[in-house]
């Protein structure tokens, strides 16, 4: 029940197999999630290599059977952004400087745990930036092939200058003015477009644009064409990029013509025809210049979400068919509240947005209670029916340590999340500069809804099917853990894990899953239902101890089937608590009860930890069913697994099937269980059809 991790595919270049495991566990203990290899000579470190399947290489630079040099020369070599990091039991001056200038990214010390791991998450924080930045430039590259590609075809007439002259017109701009060839134009002042009416005015605003004031909107005045002749146009500016240097788009529009139109089409683009309200492009345009404006150090800007609290049940009382009316009467009110002091939006179906350009923290909480307020007991008449309303806010006050639009919505989505999920009717704002009292109270709250969830009824199961593949009887369930929202929602348990094990309840909670999951054996059995539970338990109640007595008593006392209960423990863990492990099984075994290991084949020889605990079942790691159909190497993998552990005995299940051609392929392969969404997804009732 652990939250998700970024795994980091690292190589260990070490003479001893136990000093690779040594680093691992050191890793492990402090929270990386690692997956580990490890070359045996320098032939197999140069094949491994070119697989691609390495984000970090640590050397110890005591190594003999493949020295730093011979590591350094393959890694460089590979051609590949693979960071090396070199290891060693102490440092040197001159050592660690001709380390450094061989090419190493940094030297960790072996024997400090805390300064290894530093050293390994700053290093893949800085390549996740690197690869991060190439996806952007390839993102960035390709978009402007397009937007040339769209600008080219364009009816509209469009223009690029630079300190007012003319950089780049498209055909329809060409046409319009009466040239042939953009070489015509290439060169040529702007001021040369305009009429002599309304020269001064446009140097005017030619000087303000070079004090770097920002451009307007639009600008109405006479154009000249190449012949001479006059006509009434109306310039609209845009700040822009062409060939990466600052420059200025021009669109001209013939004002007899189509001005008018134009006005009434750009009302049609930005505005949600439902409440009036600027449509979630427009708002997006506007969002992603004011986190523009962050990255230069603008702190004082704000993010809203607002979404009506247990939506789904007013659009029941009211009806579907007055649901836009609803949505009317609330954009009014929004807009009613907020004024001219921030831009109004549907963000999405039933949610709003607000940004606002100037908000300092104090004032943000200030507009964001205001919107709470207006909300709280407002009543509206729809469909004949009142409804009384509130509102779950959550917000971001944008600033330069969160200066990217999907840092800024994912917060905003979180916070207004939260909100929802503590009942609604709140407000909470993620300020990135400091941890204030709304983020401590925030998390306050949910420490006690997990303690009430625990103390009543606020947790509930639910079930995904384990499928064999062999036709083997009865019927198997994993066990997931899940939380009930305030409307009746379901609470996912990301929502609410990550601080139920910052404030050590993840022991309690894997008590209350376990209590409940022998419950519903025992209920299963007087049925007549040949049910099997598989039960996830955390690092954490390994390491408090008292589970397994736990577990002997609650059979005990329900007369449940004890060989029907599998606990799951997570193979990385088992190594870093390996005598709990082995306690946890000796107390449960004499009752039937089983172990099942999950992320097998994680480790760099997760055979060998068969030596020590006694799994029935081997869940493989998810890793290897990525794109699994169209993986050979994937699939020699999972095929030598699952050799292997049919040779040791053991049932393998793959979880995480998401399609036929997966399917296919494990049944190939051989493999005895099968989970995933493809098969089907999890739900609150056991009814899956085993036959």
């Not at 270049?13 to 290899?37: F, K």
């Not at 089907?680 to 056991?686: E, F, L, S, T």
Request: hydrophobic share 40%; with cysteine; charged share 25%.
């Amino acid at each position: 029940m652990a939250a998700n991790e970024t795994v980091i595919r690292l190589m260990l270049v070490e003479d001893q197999l136990e000093d690779a495991e040594h680093l691992i566990s050191v890793l492990r203990n402090g929270g990386l999630a690692v997956r580990p290899q490890r070359p045996k000579d320098a032939a197999e470190l140069v094949a491994q290599l070119g697989e691609g399947s390495v984000d970090m290489v640590l050397v110890s630079l005591d190594a003999k059977t493949v020295s730093f040099a011979d590591a350094m020369l393959a890694v460089n070599a590979s051609g590949k952004d693979i960071p090396v990091i070199a290891t060693a039991s102490k440092l040197d001056e001159d050592r660690v400087i001709e380390t450094l200038i061989a090419g190493a990214r940094d030297v960790a010390l072996r024997g400090r745990p805390e300064h290894l791991r530093l050293v390994v998450r700053n290093e893949f924080g800085v390549l996740e930036d690197r690869r991060a930045l190439r996806r952007i430039e390839a993102a960035m590259n390709d978009s402007e092939r397009r937007c040339n590609s769209l600008i080219a075809s364009s009816r509209d007439p469009i223009a690029y200058s630079h300190e007012g002259m003319h950089i780049r017109a498209n055909q329809a701009y060409l046409d319009m003015f009466g040239y042939e060839d953009f070489l015509d134009v290439e060169g040529l002042p702007l001021l040369d477009m305009v009429a002599s009416s309304d020269a001064e005015r446009f140097k005017q605003l030619l000087k303000d644009l070079a004090k770097g004031e920002p451009p307007p909107k639009s600008m109405e005045l006479r154009a000249r064409r190449a012949d001479g002749s006059d006509f009434d146009a109306t310039m609209e500016f845009a700040q822009a990029k062409y060939e990466g240097e600052n420059c200025l788009q021009i669109i001209f529009r013939q004002r007899a013509i189509d001005a008018d139109m134009a006005r009434e089409l750009d009302e049609l683009r930005y505005r949600d025809q439902t409440t009036g309200l600027s449509n979630r492009r427009h708002f997006l345009e506007q969002l992603e210049a004011a986190v523009s404006a962050a990255a230069a150090g603008r702190n004082d800007q704000l993010l809203l979400l607002i979404e009506p609290d247990h939506y789904s049940t007013l659009t029941l009382d009211i009806g579907i068919a007055h649901s836009d009316e609803l949505l009317a009467r609330l954009a009014a009110r929004l807009q009613e509240v907020v004024g001219d002091t921030g831009l109004c939006a549907r963000f999405s179906d039933h949610d709003f947005a607000v940004l606002r350009a100037e908000s300092s923290p104090r004032e943000s909480a200030e507009i964001a209670e205001s919107i709470r307020a207006a909300f709280e007991g407002f009543i509206v008449e729809v469909g004949g029916r009142s409804v009384s309303i509130t509102m779950s806010i959550g917000g971001v006050q944008i600033g330069e340590k969160i200066a990217s639009l999907q840092q800024v919505l994912g917060k905003a989505s979180q916070a207004s999340n939260s909100s929802a999920n503590l009942g609604g009717n709140r407000v909470e704002i993620f300020d990135p500069s400091a941890r204030d009292r709304a983020e401590t109270e925030r998390i306050a709250a949910w420490v006690q809804r997990i303690r009430d969830a625990l103390a009543g009824d606020g947790f509930v199961l639910h079930y995904q099917p384990i499928i064999g593949m062999h036709g083997q009887s009865g019927e198997t369930y994993e066990t997931l853990l899940r939380m009930k929202g305030a409307g009746g929602e379901i609470v996912p348990p990301m929502s609410f894990l990550p601080i139920a094990e910052e404030h050590g309840l993840l022991d309690d909670i894997d008590r209350w899953v376990v209590s409940r999951a022998i419950e519903l054996l025992a209920e299963r059995k007087k049925a007549g239902k040949d049910t099997t539970l598989f039960v996830k338990v955390t690092p954490n109640s390994l390491i408090e101890g008292g589970l397994g007595a736990l577990i002997v008593e609650q059979l005990k006392n329900n007369g449940a089937p004890g060989d029907k209960l599998v606990l799951e423990i997570q193979e990385p863990k088992v190594f870093t608590n390996l005598r709990a492990t082995q306690e946890l099984q000796r107390t449960i075994q004499p009752h039937g009860c089983r172990l099942a290991l999950e992320q097998f084949g994680s480790g760099l020889n997760s055979f060998q930890l068969l030596s020590h605990v006694d799994p029935t079942f081997l869940k493989i790691d998810r890793a290897f069913m990525t794109d699994l159909a169209k993986n050979p190497e994937n699939q020699k993998k999972l095929r030598a697994i699952n050799d292997e552990a049919h040779r040791a005995g053991k049932q393998v299940i793959t979880e995480f099937v998401q399609d036929a051609a997966s399917m296919s392929a494990l049944f190939s392969i051989g493999v005895d269980y099968v989970e995933g969404h493809f098969l089907a997804m999890a739900g609150p009732d056991m009814n899956y059809d085993f036959s």
